[in-house]
Every structure is written in C-alpha cells, then in structure tokens.
C-alpha cells in the first residue's frame, strides 16, 4: 500500500460503539414509554452501519428502513420526519398529490444526524419525533 495516499488523508470525526450503542438504548427505551417497538440504526457521518438493533416484536420491514432512514437523515443533513413537508410543498414536489413519506415513521436524529428508526403506530409519529 502506498504512503502517499495515507500522508494525503486526514481522520474524519466518527461516533464510538458505545456512543451508538447508548443512543440505541435510549430510543428503545423512548419508544417503550410511548407503547411501541423499533428498529435502531446508527451510521457514521459516511452513512456506514455503525450499530442496529430490532427490538424484539419490531416487525421485520423495520430492519432495513431503519437503516436506509439512518442513510438519509445522513446523507441529506436534514432529519427524515421533515421530508413530510417538503414533500407536501407543490413547488418542490411537482407530483403533490401522489403518495408521500408516510407519517408513521419516525427518526431521531442524534449529534452526527447518526440515527434512524421506524415505529410501528402512526399515531404516535410526532411523540416519537420530539424524543
């Protein structure tokens, strides 16, 4: 491997596994005080899978949204609850009135906008959102 490549790199600042594994627990346990069960994604600032978790009872669809819900909330810099209204706005989505991001998910987005997670209720999508 060459050296010139490394002496041309520069560290890019990550989250630690037992940074991500915290704020996996602290999701489960924001979802158990509202009555549901979620899937749990934690990416670096690239958007690689850094930690996941499905609670037990999390439907298996939960798994891979939460995941591409981590991605995006990563990748776009915006947390994925406000695609909602961009997506309602006609000026930015010409196709308003086909169907839009359903409300029922839910993401927090953590220091790095590292976290993504799905939750089972629609109802309980804008608790979820403020957790």
């Known amino acids: 491997m060459s050296t010139d490549t490394l ?3 520069s560290p890019a600042p990550s989250i630690t596994q037992a940074a991500a ?6 999701v489960h346990a924001a979802a158990s005080r509202i009555g549901f069960t979620a899937a749990v994604a934690v ?7 850094k930690a996941f978790d ?6 298996f669809l939960t798994a891979e949204v939460a995941v591409d819900k981590a991605w995006t909330a990563v990748s776009f810099h915006t947390p994925t609850h406000a695609w909602n209204e961009y997506l309602a706005s006609p000026r930015i989505a010409p196709l308003a009135g086909h169907p839009t991001a359903d409300p029922g998910h839910g993401a927090s987005v953590a220091r790095f906008r590292l976290l993504g997670c799905r939750q089972r209720a629609g109802e309980h999508a804008e608790r979820f959102r403020r957790c």
Do not use: V
Not at 21 to 26: D, K
């Open 7 to 9: 002496e041309k790199s």
């Open 21 to 26: 594994s915290a704020l996996i627990a602290a």
């Open 43 to 49: 990416t670096d600032p690239g958007g690689h899978l």
């Open 54 to 59: 499905r609670a037990d009872g999390a439907p």
